[in-house]
């Protein structure tokens, strides 16, 4: 089977607020982009886990997990963690070691200038993937140029009612070229990926489509808004449910924050959107069918994710005329980008 050839495109989604309100620089230093990750359970103190907490500055995730693998003499797969951060940020997050015999190792020694352990704990299980709370950010952006009056009335706006819930540029690799080269091995072409980099692919591929259909939704201004035959998912949950009609009740609970309408994060199951939603749906995943049959082929399973990121806790303030500092709080697996491109 031949995969369709078609636009992969993974940048530059569709904005409710089409015209950005201000130019800016993000990243200009590393320490600009700050992120610390938020466990969302007590470690137990006792258990054949070592649980770090690590701050890494301009390292991959999996860059921190082989030093530790290598430094315990063990292999990669007894390391856990909870998420992917980022490369050009400073980040805080935790990893797990299983260590069944335990063997006392100094943690210090593995420390460099581009790594530092914050905390070290112990807990009787791996640390899984999604299973932090939150993360919380703390962003500085330079070269500021905007009317402050039109930039913090869209802080205003974004602080009141969230953003899309887009899957950020990270999720596609760092030349954003996933999906292509998951195309690319779907059609049999170049080396047979390894298990993790197919994981990745499919990863990419899934968040793809989500990406297409929310940005559909945004266009018909259905993003924050449910509509006849959709899921919702609980605010801060992965708890979801399914109502035919978007009533009152449905209305007011979106409107309040509680309630989000769940995207597909497409697989196989039978839990499925009906009516308009399914209507909204199909009318973008038909253009990429093959992908998704190729989905199905490797047994994904089906997931939902909300359509709307409400963003807690946004504070902003003025270092200078030409430098502002943004602080918020998201939980597992929502991207600071989906607000940064709304300003």
């Known amino acids: ?24 620089k993000i990243r200009t230093y590393p320490a600009d982009f700050f992120v610390e990750e938020r466990l969302g359970f007590e470690l137990s103190g006792s258990g054949e886990h070592v649980f770090l907490s690590i701050e890494k500055t301009g390292q991959t ?15 990669l797969r ?39 352990i914050i905390n070290i704990n112990k807990h009787s299980r791996k640390l899984k993937r ?20 039109v930039l913090e009335d869209r802080l205003q706006w974004i602080a009141q009612h969230g953003v899309p819930n887009y899957f950020g540029p990270q999720r596609f690799g760092r030349s954003g070229d996933n999906v292509e080269q998951a195309v690319a091995w779907l059609n049999g072409n ?18 793809f489509l989500f990406n297409k259909v929310l940005a559909h939704r945004v266009g018909l201004g259905y993003w924050n808004k449910g509509v006849d035959g959709d899921n919702y998912v609980f605010n801060g949950s992965h708890s979801c449910f399914q109502s035919d009609s978007y009533d009152i009740s449905l209305q007011e609970r979106v409107k309040s ?13 039978t839990f499925n959107n ?40 946004l504070i902003w303030n003025w270092l200078d005329d030409n430098c502002l500092q943004l602080t918020f709080e998201l939980p597992s697996g929502a991207f600071a980008t989906s607000v940064l491109s709304e300003l």
């Open 1 to 24: 089977m031949t995969y369709e050839k078609t636009d992969y495109t993974v940048t530059d989604w569709p904005r409710v607020n089409s015209q950005p309100a201000t130019a800016l």
């Open 61 to 75: 995730t999996i860059d921190i997990a082989r030093q530790i693998a290598n430094f315990a003499g063990v292999e």
């Open 78 to 116: 007894a390391i856990g963690y909870a998420g992917l951060k980022d490369r050009h940020a400073v980040t805080r997050q935790w990893f797990s070691v299983w260590l069944p015999k335990h063997n006392k190792i100094d943690w210090n020694y593995l420390e460099t200038d581009t790594l530092t």
């Open 130 to 149: 999604g299973t932090n709370r939150s993360n919380c950010f703390q962003l500085m952006l330079r070269d500021v140029r905007a009317d402050k009056t």
């Open 190 to 207: 170049g080396s047979k990926p390894g298990r993790f980099m197919k994981g990745i692919y499919l990863s990419s591929i899934r968040s």
């Open 257 to 269: 924050g509680e309630i989000h309408p769940a995207l597909m994060l497409f697989g196989s199951g």
């Open 274 to 313: 009906t009516d308009v939603a399914y209507e909204i749906e199909q009318s973008v995943l038909h253009h990429y069918r093959r992908l998704c049959d190729a989905m199905l082929d490797k047994k994904i399973k089906k997931d939902w994710r909300a359509s709307r990121l409400l963003v807690p806790n």
